[in-house]
């Protein structure tokens, strides 16, 4: 049996599967959604990672491309700034943007992929659960899918393959057999853990909801994020094993007695969050971070990947699922411009690829930024002085974090445009302590020498 024309076979019903079936389902695509987990809107969401994601302009612009904003932001809870916690001191909001339209959202996992999931079946996807790809015939264009409940197997015939399977894609590592893809991961030293803060007694939230809560402490931190049951989900970031320093690690915190210790010390006001801190710590794993490299991201016009099966990255400048939104409709844009699948993909990779790289190197950058600099008088200068030559040449000095967040320039751009903006902020402001004594003309002069207007993608 040949499969039907213009049909493509998703693999993965996350985030970016589900989402990329509404946008081909309403392009009038026939899509069928394989995924390795059972149906969540059945049996609760057990996502495992992260429980809540920061959403972002992005995002956002992907969910509206889909139909899906409205649903999704009934869901989410806005977050200003970075809530900064330092020693015994009241915490400071420090805003992302300049008002209330330049903000992040938190939103649950577990709903985002339940009204993805709901939408994508409304537009005709059809979705198969329990159904993990085992391995592919790329000749005969056969895929076999496997339910992990009772290990059976079934086979199925494919036109083409779309990898959204995440950071381990099975579908990655089949198309690896065939053609060398090039791989690298770089594993990050530091992993994390989750933690939870519980409502208060009368229901409310117990710290600030709309923020993102961050105790920086050098070489890790913790960082708390709102959920709409009024619970934050706390995310340790530490190294997995002690360095020469001596310094906390993960390895040294095997019993929860040890661990416990360990937050009392650095992180008193957390621990006082967390009621529930032993079941916490001994119930939930440490999660690895990677970054993942690849040189192609498909095969002729057989099979291509996208999100975290093609550019796994760092958490830190919580843009995995951002990018990974941002694929599909760039997937979708070239799939309508493309009749022939090999073309799309390619013209595809050749657009996202270079971007995925960037975010995956700022979102690197952006550890050392959380843990070490946000309670920094130096960072804090340099950002004082962003916000203001965001003023004195609007549109022309736009600050690293709006780029990124709340723009859709690509994010090669957005890195070519930081790393010279850094060198004038480093420079304006080395040796001074308060923005008073700067040389403001030879900062205007050196913003208008190196940086031309800005535009928005429309
Ligand atoms: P996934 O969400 O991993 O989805 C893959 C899907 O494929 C899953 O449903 C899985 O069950 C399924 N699957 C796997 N194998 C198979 C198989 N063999 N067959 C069929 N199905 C399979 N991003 C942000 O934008 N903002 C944030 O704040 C943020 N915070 C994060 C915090 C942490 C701690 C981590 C680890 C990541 C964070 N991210 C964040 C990144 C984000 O989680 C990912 O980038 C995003 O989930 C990628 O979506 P995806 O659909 O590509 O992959």
New binding site residues.
């Given amino acids: 049996m040949n499969a039907p024309a213009r049909h493509l076979t998703i ?9 990329l079936g509404i946008l081909l389902r309403r392009r009038g695509w026939d899509v069928d959604l ?4 059972g149906d969540p809107r059945v049996q609760g969401y057990g ?1 495992g ?2 429980i ?5 302009e992005r ?1 956002r612009h992907a969910l509206r491309a889909a139909d899906a904003d409205d649903a999704v932001m009934r869901h989410a809870i806005m977050m200003r700034g970075r809530m900064v916690h330092v020693g015994d001191t009241e915490p400071v909001l420090q805003r992302y943007g300049r008002d209330d339209d330049e903000v ?1 959202w ?1 939103v649950h ?1 577990g709903d985002l ?1 339940i009204v993805l999931l709901d939408l994508a079946e409304a537009a005709g996807a059809r979705l198969h659960f329990d ?4 391995s592919v015939n790329f000749d005969s264009r056969r895929a076999v ?1 496997r339910d992990p409940r009772d290990r059976s197997t079934r086979e199925v015939p494919f036109q083409a393959l779309v990898g ?8 990655r590592a089949a198309m690896h057999r065939v053609h060398d893809l090039g791989q690298r991961s770089d594993f990050l030293d530091h992993g ?1 853990k ?1 933690l939870e803060i519980p409502p208060r007694g009368d229901g409310g939230f117990r710290i600030e909801p709309n923020a993102l809560h961050i105790w920086p402490r050098g070489h890790y931190m913790c960082i708390a ?1 709102p959920n709409d049951e009024k619970t934050f989900t706390v ?1 340790l970031f530490l190294p997995h094993q002690a360095g020469a320093d001596g310094g906390p690690a993960f390895d040294q915190l095997g019993d929860v007695d040890a661990a416990r210790a360990f937050f009392e010390r650095d992180f008193p006001s957390a621990l006082a969050l967390i009621p529930d801190f032993d079941r916490d710590w001994a119930g939930n794993p440490v ?1 690895q ?1 990677a970054t993942l490299y690849l040189e192609r991201w498909h095969l002729d016009g057989r099979a291509v990947l ?5 550019h ?4 830190f ?9 941002e ?1 599909c409709v760039a997937l979708a844009g070239h799939l309508d411009a493309n009749a022939d699948l090999a073309t799309a993909f390619a013209a595809f990779e050749a657009e996202r690829k270079p971007d995925a790289a960037a975010i995956q190197r700022m979102a690197l950058d952006n550890y050392l930024e959380m843990r070490d600099r946000v309670d920094d008088a130096d960072y804090l200068l340099q950002r004082e002085l962003e916000l203001a030559l965001q003023d004195r040449h609007p549109g022309r000095f736009v600050p690293h974090y709006a780029m990124v967040t709340f723009m859709r320039i690509p994010y090669s751009l957005a890195m070519r445009r930081t790393d010279v903006q850094r060198g004038i902020l480093e420079r304006a402001t080395a040796g001074h302590a308060s923005l008073a004594a700067l040389d403001w003309n030879a900062i205007d002069a050196e913003v208008l020498a190196q940086l031309t207007p800005l535009e928005d993608v429309p």
Avoid: W
């Fill in positions: 693999i993965g019903a996350g985030l970016a599967g589900a989402l394989y995924e390795k987990r996502g990672r992260s809540n994601l920061a959403l972002a995002g992040i938190s996992r992929n159904a993990g790809l085992d899918f959204a399977d995440g950071a381990g894609s099975a579908l994390y989750e994020l995310t999660g971070l996208l999100g975290d099966a093609a796994a990255m760092v958490p400048h919580g843009q995995g699922m951002n990018c990974a939104f694929d």
